[in-house]
Structure formats: structure tokens, C-alpha cells
């Protein structure tokens, strides 16, 4: 195959791989489609509620149930989960009964239905529970951080809170970083977490020491809450 010929192949194949992954999700009559660059309508508004795309797959609702479709609009994982969230690393975590697993995008069982709570995978890792106890799992199903805290948020900006009688943050090894003297802790946005003690509200930097308090306690509740439930 001549240079050219491997240059015009590769240009062919980058247009058709950017066309298939911007399909643009639009509304009407209170239903969800996609459409592509152009406007034309791929997927007709029929869905009760749909995602963008992310690597490649929409999450979408049809009578309450979730199902991927890809982007070509095809229906490419059935309609069979009470709840899931989008893929990411290529796993999207999804629920049956009251039992969360993992799939990959051939709709396989990766991880399975053992947990009592899943989280989505952020930077390889999620959050779990089982058995009322919380931990951490790779994308293979491996306990990176073992179940054997009473509640844990997201690891952010390399530490997690995590919580036994009092919260605590932990970095991505399960080693304790901060110790456990708080009443409430939130994730690190900014190299800064909120937490409580003593009936105290305040910040604190990555070494547990305080930066500031707290000036407005309804209003830095309502955007942790929106922080910690990002993903769910």
C-alpha cells in the first residue's frame, strides 16, 4: 500500500470514528433522541431519559429500565437494569434487584453482582459496599482497599474520607493519611475539605491543618451534597 493511499485510509477512518462518537442528544415531546453533526436524527426522540455519550455508549430509559445503545443507535445492551451509570474505563456499573455488578460493552458480567452499593470508577478505582462494610475495587474486581469501613466517600485529589466511629481520609494505598477525629468529612476540592468537630465547621488543608471556617453552613452543605452524589 502506497503512502498515500495509508494517508487517505487513516484520514477516512478519523471522520468516520469523530462522526459515530458526536451523536447530540435532543428532546422533544418530552423524550429523548440523538441526531448527528449535521441534524439528522439517528435515534428518534423515544426515550424516557438518555446520557450523553461516554466512551462510545448512551445510557438511556425505556419503561423504567436502563439499556446502552452505541453510536450508531443501535440498542447495544438490553433493557434489563433497575439502575446503572454511564461507562467509564470501560465499565459501566449497573443493578439488578437490589444487587449492583459491573458490564463491559458487550454487556458481559465483569465484576459481579455482589455489592450492596457500587460506585462508578474514577481513575481505575470504586467505591463499594457489602455486608455494611465499605471499600475500594480496581477494574478487575480486586479489592485495592479493603471492605472494612462503616461508609466512605470518593477518593479525591488522592484521599478519600472514610469512616469507623469517626471519618478519617486515606490515601489510594489504604494508608491513613489524617486521622480519625472528625464528626463529618467531605472530599478535597481545591486542596481544601470541609469537616466537622466539636460542633465545628471549618476547612482544612492535606495536613489536617485548619484554613478557614466555615462562613455559609446551608449553602457549602448543598454543594457537598451535589459533590457526593455526582456520579449516582
Known amino acids: 500500500m502506497s503512502k498515500t493511499i495509508k494517508i487517505l485510509s487513516i484520514i477516512l477512518l478519523l471522520n468516520t470514528t469523530i462522526h459515530a462518537q458526536n451523536l447530540v442528544r ?3 415531546n418530552a423524550k429523548v433522541g440523538y441526531k448527528d453533526q449535521s441534524g439528522s436524527i439517528i435515534v428518534p426522540a423515544k426515550y424516557d431519559a ?3 455519550f461516554y466512551e462510545g455508549m448512551a445510557l438511556v430509559i425505556e419503561n423504567r429500565m436502563r439499556g446502552f445503545i452505541n453510536n450508531k443507535g443501535e440498542t447495544a445492551i438490553p433493557f434489563i437494569y433497575s ?3 454511564v461507562f467509564k474505563s470501560g465499565l459501566a456499573r449497573v443493578t439488578k434487584g437490589s444487587k449492583n455488578g459491573y458490564i463491559n460493552q458487550k454487556g458481559e458480567t465483569v465484576i459481579p453482582f455482589d455489592y450492596d452499593f457500587a460506585d462508578d470508577f474514577i481513575n481505575g ?3 463499594v459496599s457489602k455486608d455494611g462494610k465499605y471499600g475500594f475495587i480496581n477494574t478487575e474486581g480486586k479489592e485495592v482497599i479493603a471492605l472494612q469501613y462503616k461508609n466512605a466517600r470518593n477518593f479525591s485529589e ?4 472514610v469512616m469507623n466511629d469517626k471519618w478519617g481520609y486515606i490515601d489510594g ?4 493519611v489524617l486521622p480519625f477525629a472528625y464528626t463529618d468529612a467531605q ?3 481545591n486542596a481544601n475539605a470541609l469537616v466537622s468537630k466539636e460542633g465545628k465547621f471549618y476547612f482544612i488543608d492535606k495536613k489536617g491543618k485548619k484554613v478557614k471556617d466555615l462562613e455559609n453552613p446551608e449553602e457549602e452543605e448543598h454543594r457537598n451534597e451535589n459533590i ?3 456520579y449516582k
Open 173 to 176: 494505598d489504604g494508608k491513613t
Open 26 to 28: 435532543f428532546y422533544a
Open 158 to 161: 488522592g484521599l478519600a474520607p
Open 228 to 230: 457526593n452524589n455526582k
Open 83 to 85: 439502575d446503572a451509570s
Open 50 to 52: 438518555g446520557s450523553e
Open 125 to 127: 478505582i470504586a467505591r
Open 187 to 189: 472530599s478535597f476540592q
